[in-house]
């Protein structure tokens, strides 16, 4: 926001409204990180009793799955 106030011509106004978008997005950004921060928590409390057991890395590694299988599908030639 600094960058506005340096050699510029730009309005109060316009510097409100751009600082108005800035805080939605925040907003947003906060939203999404605290829906990832819930979701951690959930896997952190499932634990895992057995050896070899960890839902953590079997969460990341069927995240890792799901997303190689949706590039795969949208690109041209793709399953999709």
Known sequence: ???FYFG???SCEE???RAK??????KARI??????KSALQALVD????RE???PILESLASFKNERILAANTSKPGGNG
């Open 46 to 49: 499932e634990g895992g009793s």
């Open 21 to 26: 978008l800035k805080i939605t997005d925040m």
């Open 15 to 17: 510097i409100r409204e």
């Open 8 to 10: 510029t011509q730009t």
């Open 1 to 3: 926001m600094l960058g």
């Open 52 to 54: 070899g057991e960890c």
């Open 31 to 36: 939203g999404d990180l605290e829906k990832m």
